[in-house]
């Protein structure tokens, strides 16, 4: 699985150098034949597979935790989460990925995309406290995502469009295998080679 990711980098390549003297339609073409003749088009498809399932379940996992209360600092169900410490949960109990423990920590740590790129499993990040990253859910699609909201309030899924998300909207984030470096569980070791998670 590790010689995938140079074997596709490879074929871009290649493919870039034939694009040049090729017209424009037949790039397409061109580049199926030639993931097809090194034998890459069933990996990458095997490849998007897993990334996506692991996606999947993550979300699936996440929406177990429905009900859960908040608890400032908490990190397991049976305490209670605070915002954080349910995502870290869950991404690890998923997928085997230790991420930071604070929320501010966790958008430093991943990658920045558009709002219009999320796929489930990525994170939104909100500013609820004046401050920059102040809470962190989980995106599980359709303009929802999943989180610890306050104290008193219990794991739940909101929506983005709503006016109270809308306006404190601080970014998304795509969390990226290398963050997990520290994680050694065979989970996160099999994910490692998986570039990012969608």
């Not at 290649?14 to 034949?33: G, I, K, V």
């Not at 954080?84 to 930071?100: A, C, E, T």
């Not at 920590?105 to 994170?123: H, N, R, V, Y």
Request: glycine share 8%.
């Amino acid at each position: 699985m590790q010689m995938i990711i140079p074997a596709i980098i490879l074929a871009f390549a290649s493919l870039c150098t034939l694009s040049a003297q090729a017209t424009p339609s037949n790039n397409h073409d061109e580049l199926d034949r030639l993931l097809a003749d090194k034998g890459l088009m069933m990996q990458i498809d095997q490849v998007r597979h897993n990334v996506s399932q692991r996606a999947s379940e993550l979300v699936v996992n996440a929406m177990g935790f429905l009900g859960v209360p908040y608890k400032r600092g908490g990190n397991t169900a049976e305490t209670g989460f605070d915002c954080s410490g349910f995502v870290v949960s869950v991404y690890r109990q998923s997928i085997g990925l230790l991420l930071p423990r604070k929320a501010e920590q966790q958008a430093a740590a991943t990658q920045q995309i558009d709002q219009s790129d999320l796929q489930p499993g990525d994170l939104v990040f909100f500013n609820t406290m004046r401050r920059a990253f102040s809470h962190v859910g989980i995106y599980i699609g359709n303009g929802k995502f999943i989180h610890a909201p306050k104290p008193g309030a219990e794991v739940r899924v909101d929506n983005m469009g709503g006016s109270y998300w809308q306006h404190r909207f601080d970014g998304a984030r795509r969390v990226r295998a290398t963050v997990a470096e520290a994680a050694q569980t065979p989970v996160a070791a099999s994910f490692s080679e998986i570039p990012a998670l969608r």
